[in-house]
C-alpha cells in the first residue's frame, strides 16, 4: 500500500505525459506483485476494495455437495467478537469445548461457491435498499448469522445499530442506508403464537385466512426471506374464522399438510397482489432439520445430537423428521409464484443441514426456562438439536445468500 500511495503523489506532481503512463504501468506491477491485502487500482489512480466481481454464477447447483474440513479459512467471524451475538445460538460462551463444528465449509459438487464472503460488495449491493427475514427462530437464526458476518466490515459501530420494535427487529448500516430486519412471524398468518417473547403455546390457534397484521410490517422491502416450517409439526392446531374474540368457525380435523398448504395459500396470493412485481425479490427457505432422534444415523435409539461432534458422511442422508409433503408443498407453492411473475427463489438448504448434527446448540446455550433436576441428571432431555450455533450451518445459508443477491439480482 506504501508503495501505491508515493506513486499517487508522484502523478500528481508531475505533467509530463510520458511519466504519467510509466507511473500507470508502475502501479498495475505494484498490484498485481507487491501487495497481496486483496485491493486493486483503477486507472484513475483511486485504490478500491477487491469486490470479486468476476465470479461466474454459472448453472452450480449449490445445493448437493459435502462438507469438508477447513481450519484455514473457517470460522468466518469469532463468537466473542460478533457484536450481535444472541444467547440462543452461543454454544462457546455457555460451555461447548469441541470447536470444530466452526471448521466446516460447504464444496459443492463440480462447482464452488465465491471464495470468500465479502461484506463490503453485499452492502454496497443492498445499498439504500431494506432487507427483512420473515419467520422463526430459525429465522432469527439466519438473520443473527449474517450481522456476525457483516459486523466486521463495518468498523464505526455508531454506523451499525439493531432496534428492537415487538415483533421487528431492525438493523441499520447507516453508511449504505441498509435496513436488514428480522420480523417475528412463525405461523405466515395470524396466530396466538404472535408475541415475539411470550410464544410458547401448545394449543396453537390460526387465522388461517390472516396475514395483514404482519404483512404490512415489510410491505415496502425489497428483498423479503421467508422461513416456515417448524411451528407446523404440532400434531394439533385450531384453524380459526374470524377474530379471535368472536370465531365464526373453527377447526381441529386438518393434516399438517392441509394447514401448512391453507397457510401458504393466504400467503402466496397477498405476495402476488400486493407486491411491486419488478421491485421486490423473495428467497423461500426450506426446512432446517432437526437431529432429535439419533436412530436416524445409526446410533442407539431414545438419544438425539447431544455429544454429537462429527458430521454425517453418509451421502443422501435423510433424518425421519423432515416432513417431505410440506417440504413439496412450499415447492410446488413457490413455482406458482413464479409463473406469476414475481422474482421467488427456494433456498434448499434441507439435505445440506442434514448432514451436521453437530451443529446444533444441544445444552450449550441460555435457557430461558431452567432445566429441572429431572432434566440436569439426563441432558439428553433437554438438549437443543433445532438450532443452530454460530459461528455452524447459518452462515454456508448466507453464503448462498450472498451468491445470489450479488450475482444474480
Request: with cysteine; charged share 25%.
Amino acid at each position: 500500500m506504501k508503495g501505491i500511495e508515493r506513486l499517487q503523489k508522484l502523478v500528481h506532481g508531475y505533467h509530463s505525459v510520458g511519466l504519467m503512463l510509466v507511473m500507470v504501468v508502475m502501479m498495475v506491477v505494484v498490484c498485481f506483485n507487491g501487495d497481496s491485502s486483496g485491493i486493486s487500482v483503477v486507472s484513475t489512480g483511486e485504490v478500491i476494495t477487491d469486490m470479486g466481481d468476476d465470479y461466474s454464477f454459472g448453472r452450480c447447483d449449490f445445493f448437493n455437495g459435502r462438507w469438508v474440513y477447513d481450519n484455514e479459512t473457517r470460522p468466518l467471524y469469532k463468537e466473542k467478537e460478533c457484536s450481535f451475538m444472541a444467547d440462543d445460538y452461543s454454544c462457546e460462551k455457555f460451555g461447548r469445548k469441541d470447536f470444530d463444528y466452526q471448521f466446516w465449509k460447504w464444496q459443492p459438487h463440480g462447482c464452488d461457491l465465491p471464495s470468500r464472503f465479502n461484506g463490503t460488495g453485499l452492502l454496497e449491493k443492498l445499498r439504500d435498499k431494506r432487507v427483512v427475514f420473515v419467520g422463526d427462530s430459525l429465522g432469527k437464526n439466519h438473520w443473527i448469522s449474517l450481522l456476525c458476518l457483516l459486523d466486521s466490515w463495518i468498523l464505526e459501530p455508531s454506523h451499525k445499530v439493531a432496534e428492537w420494535h415487538g415483533s421487528l427487529i431492525t438493523f441499520k448500516a447507516s453508511e449504505y442506508n441498509v435496513s436488514i430486519d428480522f420480523y417475528w412471524e412463525p405461523l405466515l398468518v395470524e396466530s396466538n403464537c404472535d408475541d415475539p417473547v411470550k410464544h410458547r403455546v401448545r394449543d396453537r390457534i390460526l387465522k388461517i385466512e390472516s396475514i395483514e397484521r404482519h404483512a404490512k410490517q415489510w410491505i415496502n422491502a425489497d428483498i423479503l426471506i421467508f422461513d416456515s416450517y417448524t411451528w407446523w409439526l404440532e400434531p394439533h392446531m385450531t384453524l380459526l374464522w374470524g377474530s379471535f374474540e368472536k370465531p365464526n368457525r373453527t377447526s381441529v380435523e386438518s393434516r399438517r399438510v392441509v394447514r401448512y398448504e391453507m397457510a401458504l395459500k393466504t400467503w402466496s396470493n397477498w405476495l402476488e397482489t400486493h407486491l411491486d412485481h419488478q421491485k421486490t425479490r423473495i428467497f423461500f427457505i426450506s426446512l432446517s432439520p432437526d437431529h432429535k432422534e439419533s436412530g436416524d444415523w445409526g446410533k442407539r435409539i431414545g438419544e438425539n445430537c447431544y455429544n454429537e461432534t462429527k458430521p454425517i458422511t453418509e451421502q443422501g442422508y435423510w433424518g425421519k423428521g423432515s416432513d417431505t409433503d410440506l417440504m413439496r408443498k412450499a415447492q410446488s407453492v413457490v413455482q406458482d409464484l413464479e409463473k406469476k411473475g414475481l422474482h421467488i427463489q427456494l433456498l434448499n438448504i434441507t439435505q445440506l443441514s442434514q448432514y451436521r448434527k453437530d451443529g446444533h446448540p444441544s445444552i450449550h446455550k441460555r435457557h430461558w426456562v431452567p432445566p429441572t433436576k429431572l432434566e440436569l441428571a439426563n441432558p439428553v432431555q433437554y438438549a437443543d438439536c433445532v438450532h443452530w450455533c454460530l459461528p455452524g450451518v447459518p452462515d454456508v445459508w448466507n453464503e448462498i445468500l450472498y451468491a445470489y443477491i450479488r450475482y444474480k439480482i
